[in-house]
């Protein structure tokens, strides 16, 4: 249900996934002069107000701007819906930054969606929410350095190599050198703690000397029968244990294994990278059809397209939204209108260009990106206009 809502009524999201809103100046002053083009959405609380799930920077822009009234989309919903939305919301919008993704993905598996589930529904696979919630067990210096952007994401996943060493991982991050490759530090850290594990590992006998053996009086070995050991007769097992089962491993050694698979497991992922760079390096010195070229980087710059972008994108090629589970979906419609044939590709390519060039440029921005549309619309014929003197 659309409605105008007294700006005083409408209240930000205590738990809301984006920590901070930002700089809002320039959303005010389009705001102020034009007013808020896409209402906020939010949910029915206590006492006559409204909680904001969609809109907390239009909401702080309004503030700043004075305006006594939002429009608003109320909608009922439960906790877990209302977090579901605000995530998604965000992600489309790439608005969110590693931290605050898993944050939300954690918040989510807390009002027991599985992480299987969960991925179906914000639309990311399995294994990238596996990754993201593994970044909430980095200490947390590291993860407010995530979150600022001064560690990238292949950093934190490298670091939790050392997730059961957290000490490593402070130094590492502390140390200006070893952070410049951090997944080199990490691989060279976890060669000194293999190291050192040999090193201080008990000899299981250490009163025992190669050859010796246990004699008796007459000069004769020790030995014990199944005559003499009940236990032998039922294959050595200790009291208390049946035959044929063995004694569940000491929490130490089940540590041991989970770090040895864990270190296999992060050689085996860098070695497969490596492996894919190297082997990109080698297509680069080669001659790849220009086809191909272009499908990848329309693919990928498509599927990456931020939701402001994509409705600009559709909006230049003159296709509609199609229908999305929160509302009208801009970039599954470029994404289709691309598929379509090579010329179609080819336009959606151009026009995702144009959406990001103008996305600059419409505010006054003086970037290269902003410059470089400007320019390239001016040489193909566009009379810019001028203030009226």
Excluded at 254 to 279: D, H, L, N, P, Y
Aim: charged residues 30%.
């Amino acid at each position: 249900m659309l409605s105008l809502l007294p700006i005083d009524s409408v209240v930000p999201a205590e738990d809301n996934l984006r920590r901070r809103t930002g700089d809002v100046r320039d959303l005010a002053a389009s705001i102020a002069s034009v007013g808020i083009v896409e209402p906020l959405l939010v949910s029915p609380v206590e006492g006559d107000r409204y909680v904001i799930v969609a809109g907390h920077r239009r909401h702080a822009a309004a503030v700043k701007a004075g305006l006594g009234e939002v429009p608003c989309t109320i909608r009922l919903l439960t906790d877990a819906e209302r977090v579901e939305i605000m995530l998604v919301e965000n992600l489309q919008r790439c608005d969110l930054s590693p931290i605050e993704e898993a944050s939300g993905y954690f918040r989510l598996v807390e009002h027991g969606l599985t992480q299987r589930e969960l991925a179906s529904r914000i639309g990311r696979s399995a294994r990238h929410v596996a990754a993201r919630l593994a970044l909430l067990e980095l200490p947390k210096t590291v993860q407010r350095e995530l979150h600022a952007g001064t560690l990238t994401v292949a950093d934190g996943q490298a670091l939790l190599g050392l997730r059961d060493h957290p000490e490593v991982i402070d130094a590492i991050v502390g140390d200006e050198w070893e952070r410049r490759d951090i997944e080199r530090a990490v691989l060279r850290a976890q060669h000194r703690l293999d190291a050192a594990d040999r090193t201080t590992t008990p000899d299981p006998d250490p009163d025992a000397k190669d050859g010796d053996t246990d004699r008796d009086a007459d000069g004769d070995a020790d030995r014990s029968t199944a005559d003499d050991d009940p236990e032998a007769e039922a294959g050595g097992q200790p009291p208390g244990t049946e035959t044929g089962e063995r004694a569940a491993p000491p929490e130490g050694d089940r540590a041991g294994e989970r770090q040895a698979v864990e270190r296999a497991e992060f050689k085996a992922r860098t070695a497969a990278s490596r492996a894919r760079i190297e082997f990109a390096r080698s297509l680069l010195a080669r001659r790849v059809p220009k086809g191909d070229i272009v499908a990848l980087a329309a693919a990928q710059v498509v599927g990456d397209l931020s939701a402001s972008h994509a409705k600009l994108t559709c909006r230049l090629l003159g296709i509609d939204p199609v229908e999305g589970t929160y509302g009208p979906d801009h970039r599954s419609a470029v994404e289709a209108y691309a598929a379509e044939s090579p010329g179609n590709r080819d336009r959606a390519l151009l026009a995702v260009a144009f959406a990001i060039g103008e996305d600059q440029a419409r505010y006054g921005a003086t970037t290269t990106v902003a410059a470089r549309h400007v320019e390239f619309l001016t040489s193909y014929g566009l009379d810019t206009p001028t203030a009226a003197g």
